[in-house]
């Protein structure tokens, strides 16, 4: 069964800085992964898909890299901005189970 | 943004009462999914859909059923209404390039949902 984990819960950080999102999975024969991001009362905005072959995903000051073997991925975000606070999800497709795998998320505050 | 909307955005119901939640979109997508999010819980699939008049169990499906009458339409019945369905529900779809869960899946703004 696949599980997806995102450590840590929540994070906060100055204004400008870079930082990094982790998720994991159980299961390292994944189809592709998600990340999405979801502010408070709203539905989840896609940020990036990386496909099983791909290694890194980039848009904008966003870039998600993909290591399949090792069951990790991390959202890297440049030059943090207060528009980035958001809660920031993870989900994995193994292409075997009929569904999406979410992580709980990491709730990110990005302070003046 | 993918053009989602979910019908009502927010229902206040009693235990036993029938409800329907509505999710249309104007993309034309051939995949739609109905999760619901709890705390602790994060997102579920509940039911979804691969075409018109085809649709599937997800893995917390008890309770609950769909249809879809036409591409843009995906409704969810909860039959009779109990608390622990008390929830925020979301639509997503998706296109059909690479089959089913296969590519981006984009959501709607959800439907927060009561049971008294």
């Known amino acids: 069964k696949q599980e997806v984990t995102q450590i840590p819960a929540a994070l906060s950080v100055p204004e400008g800085e870079n930082l990094v999102l982790n998720c994991s999975f159980t299961d390292s024969a994944i189809y592709n992964l998600q990340w999405f991001r979801q502010d408070p009362g709203k539905g989840l905005t896609s940020l990036l898909l990386i496909q099983s072959s791909q290694r890194e995903q980039t848009s904008g000051r966003l870039n998600a890299s993909l290591d399949k073997s090792s069951g990790r991925s991390t959202l890297y975000i440049a030059a943090s901005q207060p528009g980035d606070s958001a809660t920031y999800l993870c989900?994995?497709?193994?292409?075997?189970?009929?569904?999406?795998?979410f992580g709980t998320g990491t709730r990110l505050q990005v302070t003046l | 943004d993918a053009g989602i909307t979910q019908s009502p955005r927010h229902k206040v119901t009693e235990t036993g009462t029938p409800v329907t939640l509505r999710c249309h979109q104007t993309?034309?997508?051939?995949?739609m999914y109905w999760y619901r999010q709890d705390p602790g819980h994060g997102l579920r699939l509940i039911h979804y859909s691969y075409g018109v008049k085809d649709t599937d169990k997800g893995e917390v499906s008890d309770g609950y059923s769909v249809s879809r009458s036409k591409t843009e339409d995906f409704l969810l019945t909860l039959e009779s209404a109990t608390s622990s369905q008390t929830s925020v529900y979301f639509c997503a779809i998706s296109e059909s390039t690479g089959g089913t869960f296969a590519d981006t899946q984009y959501f709607g703004p959800g439907t927060r949902l009561t049971v008294l």
């Open positions: 989900a994995v497709y193994t292409g075997t189970a009929s569904k999406l795998t």
């Open positions: 993309e034309n997508h051939r995949y």
